[in-house]
């Protein structure tokens, strides 16, 4: 296996340390989950080595959907590369893998028995910037020996600074994108334009450094947890934004009665080839609903021969803003990536710290998608409402 910085700052530092609690504060692509995940595999695999008792250990994120995506999918892939997946010890319906005696739980925030529920051994809370105070001190009582957590920066403000880097049994490491040997030209080309994109996502998921509050450019949305009722649904189209190395991101627009936009996220996934796309699209029923996507011609032409309405969305990204910005835009639970996005989706600043009409050209996949999507929903609705007042 191939290792970076942050599993040598967990086995060389921490583990010796006898600290409790391991601060793994890092930029974009920094290796840090793969890495603590790499970390507590070997940790149960050298427990059975030395006769040691099995360990509970816990892997924790804000939503399910989340989960899997990530640290979930990394665990996997990993006990796959060294040999070690079994589907006899993978208990799906509960999310559990048993590895050399020990037991990998995977849960959520939104399972709340879980989370009160029976004490660990060691917990690892992935991007607990997503968390609440309330969350962490139920996870912290809970848990007997060690605890990990990461995130990226993006907060200036937040609990995670006054409450645990505070604290005497709290161990801090700081990665970035640098300390990732193993990472793409193509990925390491596109952080390192944050340079002259903006200042403060260079600190942020440039540098792993903190951030600092920026013009937020969406503050019009809502989290909805109950589901939509079809009478409640005028139109759907959908937005979808291609990628390979960066994520292709297909995102279900729907617009409402009451004027609101309703925003549900469908596919966000990297490495994808138009045929793996086309397989997972199959999978929404989408039927002949227009999808509104980025300019490519070539995958537009593939998508349209495999019974797909794709067009070319419009592309003037301040009039699509804007028309976001003139409604109410819900989110459903499940878009994990579309959430993080908007929540830190920024207009750019010069040199000069001005803000500017431009937004930050990064991070924003699902953003673009849910733009192309919704431009024309919205502005139908506005066209509709002219023509009723002149009647």
């Not at 939503?63 to 892939?77: N, Y």
Request: glycine content about 6%.
């Amino acid at each position: 296996m191939n290792f970076c910085k942050t599993y040598y700052d967990l086995t060389e530092r921490f583990i010796p340390s006898r600290k409790r609690i391991a601060i793994n504060q890092g930029g974009t692509r920094s290796g840090k989950t793969y890495s603590i995940i790499q970390f507590l595999i070997e940790t149960a695999i050298r427990a059975q080595i030395n006769g040691m008792e099995g360990r509970l250990i816990t892997i924790v994120r804000k939503t399910m959907p989340a989960l899997k995506a990530t640290a979930m999918r990394d665990f996997m892939e990993i006990l796959e590369k060294i040999g070690y997946y079994s589907e006899e010890n993978h208990n799906k319906s509960l999310n559990e893998y048993h590895l050399c005696g020990s037991v990998f739980e995977f849960i959520s925030l939104d399972q709340p028995t879980k989370v009160r529920g029976r004490k660990r051994d060691i917990l690892f809370v992935n991007e607990a910037n997503e968390l609440d105070f309330e969350d962490w001190r139920q996870l912290l009582m809970r848990t007997t020996d060690k605890v990990i957590i990461d995130y990226n920066p993006s907060d200036e403000y937040h609990w995670l600074y006054d409450h645990v880097h505070t604290r005497e049994d709290a161990m801090f490491f700081q990665t970035s994108y640098l300390d990732n040997p193993f990472l793409e030209p193509e990925l390491i080309a596109e952080i390192e334009r944050l340079k002259d994109e903006d200042e403060n996502y260079w600190k942020v998921y440039g540098l792993g450094e903190r951030g600092a509050s920026g013009e937020t450019i969406y503050t019009n949305w809502k989290l909805i947890d109950e589901e939509i009722q079809p009478t409640d649904i005028i139109e759907t189209a959908y937005g979808l934004d291609f990628g390979f190395n960066n994520a292709s991101a297909l995102i279900k627009c729907m617009r409402l009665k009451n004027g609101g936009i309703v925003l549900d996220e469908l596919i966000h996934r990297t490495h994808l080839t138009n045929n793996d796309l086309i397989q997972l699209m199959r999978l929404h029923n989408i039927g002949r609903s227009k999808i509104y996507c980025d300019h490519e011609n070539d995958r537009i032409t593939e998508l349209t021969r495999a019974g797909f309405h794709a067009v070319k969305a419009s592309k003037d990204v301040k009039a699509g803003i804007d028309k976001l910005k003139s409604v109410t835009i819900y989110i459903t639970k499940n878009s994990s990536n579309l959430l993080k996005e908007i929540k830190n989706y920024k207009w750019k600043t010069d040199k000069k710290g001005n803000v500017t009409d431009e937004p930050v050209k990064f991070n924003d996949h699902s953003m673009d998608a849910a733009r192309y999507g919704s431009f024309d929903l919205i502005a139908e609705r506005k066209l509709k409402a002219r023509v009723a007042k002149m009647i």
